[in-house]
């Protein structure tokens, strides 16, 4: 883990809790980690509810001052106008959203989301000062016959060249075969395919890009295995789906700190 770049833990709820379930949660999080005694400033923490979450995630967050920023899943190309059920980015600047999530294998299954949708969401997203995380990942079959990093590689250099380099985003890779399979790729596989995705930025916007952007690795992280991922050198933070949901689970990934040791 490279000491200028804070580490970034994210919690993907992806369709779960809704507004009610997402206060109860974010409450005991926040006392979980009063309770470890957590400094906000050794790791950032980023929740992702679904969006008719966000307004009451926002007003509990300010209220009791805790130490999590917020985002959405996902948002629309366009600023407003006849886009039934999209939500622009606008709005989630309005909720003082500081990230927004784009790209992820789910969009991209579900919802036909292609690399140029990809790249416009992501251009929509720096519209509206915020910071996109941009996912990229390949599927076992990619794997297979291409090796791990050439999908991601292709896929985050159609959104970079949409994007300029004083443009602020995270690269989330997440290989698809991974995403709640329980299966997490080898710390030195996330490494190898984050380092290479590190040498994508510097090509197209420079080395001084590349180096202050944080690529945070997703797929089947635990508590059990954030430790090993956070000692390489090219992994910056998580992107976590289902251990994000619970607390006790999501609290120790974010303490990662405390338990990196030697043999790690
Ligand atoms: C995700 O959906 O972004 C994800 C990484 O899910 P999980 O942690 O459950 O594999």
């Given amino acids: ?20 379930q997402s206060i109860a949660f974010v409450q005991k999080l926040g006392w979980a980690l009063k309770d470890a005694k957590y400094v906000e400033s050794n790791v950032e923490v980023a929740l992702f509810p679904p969006f008719t979450d966000l307004r009451s995630v926002q007003t509990l967050i300010n209220a009791d001052s805790l130490p999590f920023a917020f985002g959405a899943q996902d948002l629309s190309m366009f600023d407003d106008g006849a886009h039934t059920g999209d939500i622009s980015g606008l709005f989630l600047k309005a909720l ?29 997203a720096i519209r509206h000062s915020l910071v996109p995380i941009v996912c990229v990942g390949e599927t076992a079959e990619d794997l297979e016959t291409h090796g791990a990093a050439k999908i991601p590689v292709e896929q985050l250099t159609k959104v970079l060249e949409a994007l300029d380099a004083k443009d602020n985003y995270v690269v989330a890779y997440e290989p ?21 995705l590190r040498e994508t930025i510097a090509q197209v916007h420079g080395s001084e890009r590349a180096e202050a952007t944080r690529i945070l690795y997703g797929g089947s992280v635990k508590a059990a295995n954030i430790a090993s991922l956070m000692k390489r050198p090219d992994v910056d933070g998580a992107l976590v789906g289902g251990a994000s949901l619970d607390v006790s689970e999501f609290s120790s990934i974010i303490q990662f700190p405390k338990h990196v040791t030697l043999d790690s």
């Fill in 96 to 124: 003082e959203c500081s990230y927004v999530i784009v790209g992820h294998s789910e969009r991209r299954a579900d919802h036909s989301e292609d690399d140029a949708i990809v790249a416009a969401k992501s251009r929509a």
């Fill in 1 to 20: 883990m490279a000491t200028l770049r804070c580490p970034l833990i994210a919690g993907n709820w992806k369709m779960n809790l809704d507004h009610l």
């Fill in 176 to 196: 698809v075969w991974a995403i709640g399979s329980g299966q997490a790729a080898t710390p030195d596989q996330a490494n190898d395919v984050a380092a290479a």
